[in-house]
């Protein structure tokens, strides 16, 4: 027969022995996590390190209180240094001179104008040397030679092919320019096939002296007048909000105006399109008692970084016809767009001329 006496002495002795097993598992040191476990350790801490830098506490101190983006040209403060951008200070500004009011700094409500306001050289050195990310190759630069690196130096910035001009279509990256010159088809072509492609580059030409002619013409005009303006992003009340801006309202020739633009002109959703564009139309929002007979184009302004092509428009403004229709708005390409409507704002300059009647 067993004695029962043992028993207990027995499950004591396991007890013991797991008791060892238990204290090695809890020590940290004799515990090996999983490769693939620590690699991901170390990206996460390498990331937190990157969330950390200098460089990214201080776009947020540095920014405007207004569009909460970085300034790329003058920065103003009110008195309790608050900053601004040129193209925010101005846009308050006017606000509250068509509200017939005092302006005031939008974090503090202390009255600003262009001589009680400030400008801070020492915010917009230091927004100028943060980095910023070169949209081809994806490194980072200073802001103040960024530019210079996308347009001349990058290996990646989209280039045309040398023969450009007798009629190759081909763009690529920089680097692969060598490559594709040496294969080229053009240089030897027939004098029959370039001189299709310096008819079209004759066309263009053309085209381009009739704006500059259009240009010179409307600027003996009498009344001109340009207004540096900011569309921003707003939805429609519609069951599927649509996306819209529209600038807020603005003098010109004793009336009230505004730009509204949409995106794929007005489709139902723009998501689902690789190609995007904006089309934007002049409204006048004041009652006229006469045809009002408008020229009108959009230019980059000095508070933007828009790359357009400028077109001149022309609409006929009267009571029953105040909206003119939607123009597309001439940017290079898809990718432009999608710049502009990542930005908080649209800046932009609009030059108007009123016609003789």
């Known amino acids: 027969m067993a004695d029962p006496s043992n028993e207990p002495a027995s499950s004591s002795g396991v007890a013991e022995q797991a008791a060892p097993l238990r204290e090695e598992h809890d020590k940290p040191e004799d515990f090996h996590e999983p490769d693939k476990k620590r690699r991901r350790t170390i990206r996460a801490e390498d990331a937190a390190k990157t969330e950390q830098k200098l460089e990214h506490r201080l776009g947020g101190i540095l920014c405007c209180a207004v569009c909460l983006d970085l300034p790329r040209a003058a920065v103003y403060q009110c008195a309790n240094g608050h900053l601004m951008c040129a193209g925010c200070f101005t846009h308050v500004l006017a606000d509250a001179r068509l509200r017939d009011e005092m302006a005031t700094c939008p974090n503090c409500r202390i009255e600003i104008s262009k001589t009680t306001a400030s400008r801070n050289l020492a915010v917009e ?95 003996s005009y009498e009344k001109i007048t340009f207004n540096d303006l900011q569309m921003k992003p707003y939805r429609t009340d519609e069951f599927i909000h649509k996306l819209f801006y529209e600038t807020s309202r603005f003098g010109a020739f004793n009336n009230q105006w505004v730009v509204k633009a949409r995106i794929n002109s007005n489709q139902r959703d723009p998501t689902q399109s690789s190609e995007r564009d904006i089309t934007y139309q002049l409204i006048l ?73």
Not at 201 to 206: M, Q
Not at 320 to 336: H, K, W
Request: with cysteine.
């Open 125 to 219: 050195k230091a927004v100028s040397e943060l980095p910023a990310e070169c949209q081809y190759c994806a490194k980072e630069f200073p802001r103040n030679s960024l530019e210079h690196h996308e347009e001349a130096m990058c290996e990646e910035r989209i280039s045309s092919c040398k023969y450009s001009r007798i009629g190759c279509p081909w763009r690529g990256p920089n680097h692969e320019i060598p490559e594709h010159e040496s294969h080229c088809v053009h240089p030897h072509r027939t004098g029959a096939d370039v001189m299709e492609a310096l008819r079209e580059i004759d066309a263009r030409t053309l085209e381009e002296r009739r704006l500059y002619d259009n240009v010179f013409d409307l600027l």
């Open 285 to 357: 929002k004041t009652k006229t008692t006469y045809p009002l007979p408008v020229y009108y184009l959009i230019l980059k302004g000095p508070f933007g970084d828009m790359k357009v092509h400028p077109r001149i428009h022309r609409f006929e403004f009267t009571e029953q016809e105040n909206e003119s229709p939607y123009f597309t708005l001439p940017l290079p390409d898809t990718a432009e767009c999608n710049r502009l409507l990542a930005a908080k704002a649209i800046s932009f300059r609009l030059i108007m001329f009123l016609a003789s009647k």
